[in-house]
């Protein structure tokens, strides 16, 4: 797993025992998973929009924010980057129609 990814794991995880008025993470997890859900939404359209408008660097940022909130619910979840990567890695050498097969059985 990328080192980046390990240490934003684990930042997440301390965040669990931050207060929520100290930490914007904490204040997700506060919050619940819904607020957590709804960030990953508007991330989500905010990447949509930005890959629609073709500016690399905004791609990026957008990118970013969505893959950062979506660490904080694997994380709410007691889920991390390794969990996600090894399906990828599970999935690697198929082909995306024989992948989707699998999972409609």
């Known amino acids: 797993m990328s080192d980046i990814l390990r240490q934003l794991a684990e930042v997440l995880e301390q965040r669990k025992l931050e207060s929520a008025d100290k930490s914007y993470v904490a204040n997700l997890y506060a919050k619940g998973l819904d607020t957590i859900l709804k960030k990953i939404g508007e ?38 980057p390794d969990d996600v990567l090894g399906e990828l890695q599970r999935r690697f050498g198929l082909s995306g129609l024989d992948e989707k097969s699998q999972r409609d059985h």
Request: proline residues 0%; charged residues 20%.
């Open 43 to 80: 991330e989500a359209a905010e990447t949509i929009i930005a890959g629609k408008g073709g500016d690399k660097q905004q791609i990026i940022y957008e990118t970013a924010d969505l893959w950062f909130h979506c660490m904080v619910l694997l994380a709410s979840q007691g889920l991390g």
